[in-house]
């Protein structure tokens, strides 16, 4: 039987690599691979609290409150008190923070389809169904550390 483990690792750090790399190539500012996903989750839910894009990105809330500071003090987050609760607070993307979302959504998108474009369709197809599939059953495990939305 094949080395799982293995496969998972090499998958995790060639994946990492291409989203170091869109990182550091294609926006103005230096932004880390970190605040890259907090810049993705607050852009595709709508009006997120801290507690809701730290959950779904799996981290405790004093580091991610680190991470939100750096992107407020870059101008790229927007913290707003929530209106019945000032407790909470609701993440939104500034101008500057939408913009440089996009380009590293469309780097991203650009290295998966080079990467992609490799393969037949039935292979990318395969990949696609299997990478569904599989973060299907993450979310279903019981040993998995993201809980599922």
Do not use: W
Request: negative net charge.
């Amino acid at each position: 039987m094949e080395n799982v483990r293995n496969l998972f690792q090499l998958l995790s750090r060639n994946f990492g690599i291409l989203n170091e790399h869109c990182c550091d190539n294609c926006c103005s500012q230096e932004i880390s691979l970190v605040q890259s996903h907090i810049l993705y989750e607050i852009n595709r839910q709508h009006q997120p609290s801290m507690q809701e894009i730290a959950g779904a990105l799996g981290m405790d809330i004093t580091t991610f409150s680190r991470q939100i500071k750096t992107l407020v003090d870059k101008g790229l987050v927007k913290k707003t008190p929530h209106p019945s609760d000032n407790r909470i607070n609701i993440l939104s993307l500034t101008t500057e923070g939408l913009e440089i979302e996009n380009r590293i959504n469309l780097t991203v998108n650009a290295q998966l389809h080079d990467v992609l474009s490799t393969m037949t369709e039935f292979e990318r197809d395969t990949v696609i169904r299997s990478i569904k599939l599989l973060n299907d059953a993450m979310q279903k495990s019981a040993s998995c550390c993201i809980p599922p939305k």
